[in-house]
């Protein structure tokens, strides 16, 4: 499958023969999957050498590996003219993420959410900050940049000050380091390659830009957190998949927008109605956190 999406990838051959893009789907899905399954046990072992709980292993190794689709879409199409990144695009796959996350955690996290309540917040503001500014620019100045990156820095000291340490996460089955790099590398190449076939998609079908950037590319954009929270549920790792969907939702919201911005292809068109969803979402985070203690 890795080698299907390397070849799929660097020859655009979705881009060639759209007939494919349906088996590159299905193909990237289960590379993402695969590597997912692995990362998570590498980053398991990462979080036993520096005596890290489940909770920070969710949060400082999975969640920015969750994200790591959204960074190499935004240099990748800065790279290759693509044109600019909607806002939209990345709010929806938080979207897409919190409400799968919602609709779980009556069932599977009634207890615990309370000591997220610092990310729910986090959310919350950076939310609020970027719905006001959207209402001044369209194209994102790379100044602004510096703002959500601050809102980073200070997310990333309050957490660390908490503590980062407790229960260390336990390990079962331990693959060698590099296999961490290889999965890394293999959601990447496999979420671009959905990316891509998902604006295929929406060109031959004549989908809208709003319901292909929030919907269609937010719902590719969310499937390394989906399916890396299911992996950790699976293996009975509560801690660790609170913590990749609340921290990558965070990370998402300021370091990969810093990191846009800076490039200077990130825009606000077509992001008003996801950034109320996104203020209206971390609001019921919020309630979440102070109803299942």
Do not use: C, W
């Amino acid at each position: 499958m890795f080698f299907l999406d390397i070849l799929i990838g660097v020859y655009h051959i979705t881009s060639k023969y759209n007939i494919i893009v349906l088996p590159d789907v299905i193909i990237s899905i289960a590379s993402i999957y695969t590597a997912g399954d692995i990362f998570l046990d590498v980053s398991y072992n990462i979080g036993k050498s520096f005596s890290l709980s489940e909770k920070y292993v969710g949060l400082f190794i999975v969640g920015f590996a969750a994200i790591i689709d959204e960074i190499a879409m935004s240099v990748m199409a800065a790279v290759e003219n693509l044109g600019s990144i909607s806002l939209g695009t990345i709010q929806g796959s938080n979207v897409i993420t919190l409400l799968a996350f919602f609709i779980l955690i009556p069932l599977y996290y009634r207890t615990g959410i309370s000591r997220y309540s610092i990310d729910s917040y986090v959310i919350l503001a950076t939310s609020i900050i970027l719905l006001v500014l959207s209402f001044y620019f369209v194209k994102v100045p790379f100044y602004l940049g510096f703002i959500t990156f601050f809102i980073f820095l200070f997310y990333i000291a309050k957490k660390t000050k908490s503590g980062v340490y407790g229960d260390v996460v336990q390990v079962e089955e331990v693959y060698p380091a590099y296999y961490g790099l290889l999965a890394l590398i293999s959601i990447a190449l496999a979420s671009y390659n959905m990316i891509n076939s998902a604006l295929i998609i929406s060109y031959v079908t004549g989908i809208n830009t709003f319901i292909s950037s929030f919907f269609l590319l937010g719902f590719f954009g969310s499937l390394p957190e989906i399916m890396m929270m299911s992996i950790a549920m699976r293996d009975k790792r509560k801690d660790v998949s609170i913590g990749l969907i609340t921290g990558s939702t965070v990370y998402k919201e300021t370091i990969l927008l810093s990191i846009i911005a800076f490039i200077g292809t990130l825009t606000f068109y077509n992001s008003i109605f996801s950034l109320i969803i996104m203020v209206i979402f971390s609001g019921v985070l919020i309630v979440y956190t102070q109803i299942f203690r």
